[in-house]
């Protein structure tokens, strides 16, 4: 049971970790956005967004990476 705790500890230590370098990446791509040419923009964009679909009507359905789409939603 005690290892099997640890392994869970572990595991979420892991995740945190995982999680911090995704939150201070898009930190800093927020903070330099601002002040970012157009390509510069394209390019943080394109980290942010697994796909763009546009339906009839011109509805526009994105889809975030799951990596940072958590840090949008607050």
């Known amino acids: 049971m005690l290892a099997q705790l640890n392994f869970k500890l572990n595991n979420s230590q892991g995740a ?11 930190r800093s791509w927020a903070e330099e956005f601002e002040d970012a040419t157009l390509e510069e923009r394209k390019m943080i964009i394109c980290q942010l967004i697994q796909e763009i679909n546009v339906s009839r009507g011109y509805e526009l359905d994105v889809v975030l990476d799951l990596k940072y789409e958590q840090f949008l939603s607050a």
Do not use: I
């Open 16 to 26: 945190m970790k995982k999680l911090d370098h995704y939150y201070e990446q898009f």
